[in-house]
């Protein structure tokens, strides 16, 4: 007598390997960091934002480190000048 094959389940299914979460992120160089850190210096909270959300997006947040205190730090000059 021929049987039929057990019916496949989601265990039987192979897993897709996914890649590392930062595996698509270029390095940014510590010049070009530098850089980054005195535009921020002069941008209004809109560009400020926008520019940090792109960046975060395409480079590796271990190289942003202080690109990460300089946002900080104009986020807290433009909040001192949103108050009378």
């Known amino acids: 007598m021929h049987r039929a094959p057990p019916k496949l389940t989601l265990d039987d299914l192979p897993r ?8 698509h992120k ?7 960091v530098e850089c980054w850190c005195l535009m921020v210096a002069t941008m209004d909270r809109v560009r ?12 590796d947040a271990k190289d942003l480190e202080p690109l990460k205190w300089a946002i900080l730090r104009r986020r807290r000059v433009l909040a001192l000048h949103a108050w009378p």
């Open 26 to 32: 270029s390095p940014a160089p510590p010049v070009v």
């Open 16 to 23: 897709p390997v996914l890649p590392e979460p930062n595996a």
């Open 48 to 59: 400020l934002d926008k520019f940090t959300r792109e960046t975060w997006k395409k480079f």
